[in-house]
């Protein structure tokens, strides 16, 4: 039996593909000056993959999203689906492009005058899809999201959540292979949300839907991205697994943004109240990390992993743990600890340096009355 050929790395077939991207808007008022939203932006989107966008507020990421759904085009750049370029397509392409493409918004944008089943039934008559066919992928599209009870009710009678499970239905029902999701949990409650990002993890788990979702708010793009780029005033300073870039952002841009998250420091007040304390020592804080300590020197070793117990250990440095966290992030440990160290000062800055050379990020909290 013949075994079909797969790409070399199909994991990573390009989905999206933003190349050297600009978009300008012309000022607002007459003599006012063009304002540059986005700036020389290029990323990729892999196929199947989960790709948030982070960024402050009129950092541009609506802006992205409506120029990857082609609702705006780009000043400057190219914009690709698969191995299409957008601005090159007819209008039959367009249209083709479109249909791929479903999108979410963070007011739901649903027509009030329609029912549930009437909302989602919508893009299939556009699409020029016959009744039976429609009311049967619009009965399977609400079982899917649960709402297949309300298909006759009207939007009005549904909690925040259960409007954007029919905005998620509505989406998907030109079984599109690419979801452009905008801030689409910011109006709803914290339990809401949850339910709301469950649901965008089936869709693209159980469905294979490509998803790129915009959010400020990083719970978001945590609990649900695999990769992430980090938008700054129109341009990507950073992208990256979610694991590396919120336990190690390198730009100032995405620690300003994303640094105090995964990485708490006592405050002043709280270091003030451990140092009046009976310990005395030196106060560290350490960044966690899965695959830190594992740097060169881990060779040397043998590959054995010194963890931070033991190179405090072998320094002969006592190591009480008084402030910080560990959590869990894309199944792998994330978080920071502070340690008051207690033991020679030589002692305590060999094991600091131990440590550093490990790749380990190590801050000293400052001495004094801080
Ligand atoms: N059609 C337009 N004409 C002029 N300026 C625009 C237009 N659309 C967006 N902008 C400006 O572009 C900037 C970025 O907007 P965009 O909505 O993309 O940002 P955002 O990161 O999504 O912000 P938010 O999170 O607040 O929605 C803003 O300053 C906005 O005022």
Redesign the pocket.
Same mark, same amino acid.
């Given at each position: 039996m013949s075994v079909p050929a797969e790409p070399a790395d199909a994991r990573a077939e390009i989905h999206v593909r933003l190349e050297r991207v600009g978009k300008t808007?012309?000022g607002?008022g007459r003599r006012a000056a063009p $304002?540059v $939203?986005l700036d020389d932006v290029s990323l990729e989107v892999r196929r199947g993959e989960v790709f948030g966008v982070i =960024?402050s507020? =009129?950092? =541009?990421?609506?802006? /992205?999203l409506r120029l990857i759904n082609g609702l705006e085009t780009p000043t400057s750049g190219r914009v690709y689906l698969g191995e299409r370029e957008l601005g090159a397509l007819n209008e039959r392409g367009r249209r083709e492009a479109r249909g791929d493409t479903g999108m979410i918004f963070q007011q739901f944008n649903l027509f009030r005058s329609r029912t549930v089943a009437g909302n989602v039934a919508y893009p299939l008559k556009v699409a020029g899809v016959g009744q039976p066919e429609r009311d049967r992928r619009v009965a399977r599209l609400l079982a899917f999201v649960g709402l297949l009870d309300r298909a006759h009710d009207h939007p009005e009678r549904l909690s925040g959540g259960q409007k954007q499970r029919v905005g998620i239905a509505r989406a998907l029902a030109t079984e599109p292979s690419l979801l452009l999701v905008d801030?689409a949990t910011s109006a709803l409650d914290p339990e809401t949300t949850g339910e709301v990002l469950a649901l965008l993890g089936q869709v693209n788990r159980e469905l294979g839907v490509t998803i790129v979702i $915009?959010s400020?708010e990083l719970d978001v793009i945590r609990s649900l991205a695999d990769r992430v780029a980090v /938008?700054d005033v129109g341009r990507v300073v950073e992208t990256g697994t979610v694991y590396d870039v919120f336990t190690r952002p390198r730009t100032t841009a995405a620690a300003r943004l994303i640094g105090t998250d995964l990485r708490e420091r006592p405050s002043p007040a709280t270091l003030a109240r451990l140092r009046s304390g009976p310990g005395g020592g030196r106060l560290v804080t350490v960044r966690v990390r899965e695959g830190d300590g594992e740097g060169e020197r881990a060779e040397e070793r043998g590959g054995a992993r010194p963890g931070l117990a033991h190179v405090f250990l072998a320094h002969q440095v006592a190591a009480e743990v008084v402030f910080g966290g560990i959590r869990e992030l894309q199944g792998r440990p994330a978080g920071s600890l502070t340690f008051e160290l207690s033991g020679a000062d030589a002692a305590v800055d060999a094991a600091l340096a131990a440590l550093r050379a490990d790749g380990v990020d190590v801050v000293e909290e400052p001495a004094g009355n801080a």
């Open positions: 808007f012309p607002r $304002v $939203v =960024g507020s =009129g950092a =541009g990421k609506s802006t /992205l801030e $915009v400020h /938008l």
